[in-house]
């Protein structure tokens, strides 16, 4: 059984009207997400240091995915990503039969101390390159909007 983790560094930066809290701080953190729909992944982890509040991104993982049923894929985050109220500097690499590319950009949060949920609000997330010889089969172009976030994620102790 996961405890849940009350990210106390955090609430500085993420509650509204600046409310802290004195606890110790913990030193890193694990968030379990569900389903990478765009991707067809079957869930995400992420993981990051909380001393001085929810630190940079340094660990993520995607599960299974497999985009449109057509094809697997491997996605590769490309690691560290900046957290905040936002995460910043998303790049993920993806990869597959017939498929390579990239997709960049941030993403919009907020964190629940009480439940242990950070929410994904919005994903500024696109496709910035599709090599030209590996097109994903047309079903992938560069310019469009690609969610690689799942819509929340259960944020434990690690």
């Known amino acids: 059984m996961r405890a849940k983790l009350v990210l106390v560094t955090v609430l500085t ?3 509204a009207g600046g409310a802290t809290v004195n606890a110790a701080p913990l030193a890193r953190y694990a968030g379990y997400g569900g389903p990478v729909a765009a991707l067809g992944c079957t869930s995400m982890t992420i993981g990051g240091s909380a001393d001085a509040g929810l630190g ?3 660990e993520a993982a995607y599960q299974d995915c ?4 057509f094809f697997n894929l491997v996605v590769t985050p490309r690691l560290p990503w900046r957290m905040s109220t936002t995460i910043d500097d998303i790049e993920v690499a993806i990869s597959g ?3 390579e590319g990239t997709v960049t950009g941030s993403a919009d949060t907020t964190y629940d101390s009480v439940t242990g949920v950070l929410t994904v609000v919005s994903q500024s ?3 910035s390159y599709i090599d030209p010889d590996n097109d994903c089969l ?3 172009n560069e310019g469009e909007h690609l969610s690689v976030l799942p819509d929340s994620y259960d944020v434990v102790a690690a």
């Open 13 to 15: 930066l993420l509650v």
């Open 56 to 58: 940079d991104i340094d």
């Open 66 to 69: 497999s985009y449109g049923g």
């Open 97 to 99: 039969p017939f498929c």
């Open 125 to 127: 997330t696109t496709v």
């Open 138 to 140: 047309g079903l992938i």
